[in-house]
């Protein structure tokens, strides 16, 4: 399957933006599809899953804040990001893989296939 992430932006704090992962050669029905974010200078870490049946989950850091949705029909994952803040600039990335459980989908490793990063940067 072939992934392409788009939707990132710059915003201010407390804005919103919605990222997509558009899906090719493969149903993301068929996979678990994480979102993860790389800051300048940092290691990459996790932000969200949604598994095959549609389970999701979050890092605590967007709990509450962040919406990860899959629209199956269109084969694309979202990413719903609400009151945005500074320390969530990052590049964004998707990744999919199949069957994978929360405990390994929170690892960037369990992913075997990446979409290239969109950018958000967040203004305080």
């Known amino acids: 399957v072939q992934l392409q992430a788009s939707g990132g932006g710059l915003v201010q704090a407390g804005d919103s933006l919605k990222l997509t992962c558009s899906a090719s050669?493969?149903?993301?029905?068929?996979?678990?599809v994480g979102w993860f974010r790389q800051a300048a200078g940092k290691e990459r870490e996790f932000v969200s899953l949604i598994r095959e049946r549609g389970t999701t989950y979050y890092a605590d850091s967007v709990k509450g804040r962040f919406i990860i949705s899959k629209d199956s029909a269109k084969n694309m994952i979202y990413l719903q990001m609400d009151t945005l803040k500074p320390e969530d600039t990052a590049e964004y990335y998707c990744?999919?893989?199949?069957?994978?459980?929360?405990?390994?989908?929170?690892?960037?490793?369990?992913?075997?296939?990446w979409g290239q990063g969109t950018l958000v940067t967040v203004s305080s």
């Open positions: 050669g493969g149903a993301v029905s068929n996979y678990t």
């Open positions: 990744a999919a893989a199949i069957g994978l459980s929360y405990s390994m989908g929170k690892h960037s490793r369990s992913y075997n296939y």
